[in-house]
């Protein structure tokens, strides 16, 4: 991976921060240090990053709180770094925005891997979505260049995933996909978590853009088989 590839590690216990980003450095991977969950937010947000490596425990504003924070304006990956396992399930049930976490203690070489395959789904999403800038089903518009989502002309606000998702199915009209074909297509096989995943997300969906959930009309499920999205 070039250099051109830029991140920003959020992260208050300074030797940590600094061994991350030199692993990362050394993997091809920019990093930029910042040291609590103001500064964080403020880089965050006023600069260009690639993919936010975000610690959970944090002076002045907790990783998850700005992690809500930081999806509101921006859509790239965020990488929740946790030690405490009952954080992982905080950041599991995905109200939250973050794409992925990772445990302390992880080895290097456990990080640069995580990032790049994030870096590199990310990108690969973007150079998909160049195909066709927009989408119409019905009600439904998506603009794939700005990542925004409109149902009868008033726009929906959707986290990074829910986005890629509404699009996958945006972009195969009435084709029924597995919940394992649908996680390994978003979240890839090296994402942490299973397919019930999907099933919080197509509900999630739902709930921003159907008049009834118990009826949808746009994602529907096919008992047995999957979900598909009607046109």
């Known amino acids: 991976m070039t250099m051109s590839k830029k991140i920003l590690i959020i992260e208050d ?5 600094e061994l991350e980003r030199d692993y990362l450095e050394i993997g091809g991977v920019q990093a930029d240090i910042a040291p609590d969950g103001k500064s964080g937010l403020e880089a965050a947000i006023h600069h260009h990053y690639d993919l ?10 907790d990783g998850f709180e700005l992690c809500k924070q930081i999806r509101k304006e921006k859509n790239i990956p965020i990488l929740m770094v946790t030690a405490k396992h009952e954080d992982i399930d905080k950041i599991r049930g995905l109200g939250l925005g973050a794409d992925d976490y990772i445990v302390k203690p992880f080895s290097p070489s456990e990080l640069v ?6 870096l590199a789904r990310y990108q690969r999403l973007i150079q ?8 119409h ?6 603009n794939t260049v700005s990542r925004q989502v409109y149902i009868n002309g008033k726009e929906v606000n959707f986290t990074t995933k829910e986005f890629d998702l509404l699009t ?5 009209p009435n084709q029924v996909f597995s919940k394992d074909h649908l996680f390994e297509s978003i979240w890839g096989f090296d994402a942490m978590g299973d397919n ?7 509900k999630k969906i739902r709930k921003k853009i159907e008049k009834d959930t118990s009826d949808p009309q746009y994602i529907q499920t096919v008992w047995g088989s999957g979900y598909r999205l009607k046109s």
């Open 13 to 17: 216990d300074q030797s940590i921060a």
């Open 52 to 61: 936010i490596l975000l610690d959970v425990m944090l002076p002045h504003m």
């Open 113 to 118: 891997a995580r990032v790049k395959a994030h």
């Open 128 to 135: 998909t979505d160049t195909l066709k800038d927009e989408i």
């Open 137 to 142: 089903i019905r009600g439904l518009h998506l």
């Open 168 to 172: 996958f199915f945006a972009r195969h």
């Open 196 to 202: 019930a995943t999907v099933t919080v997300h197509v």
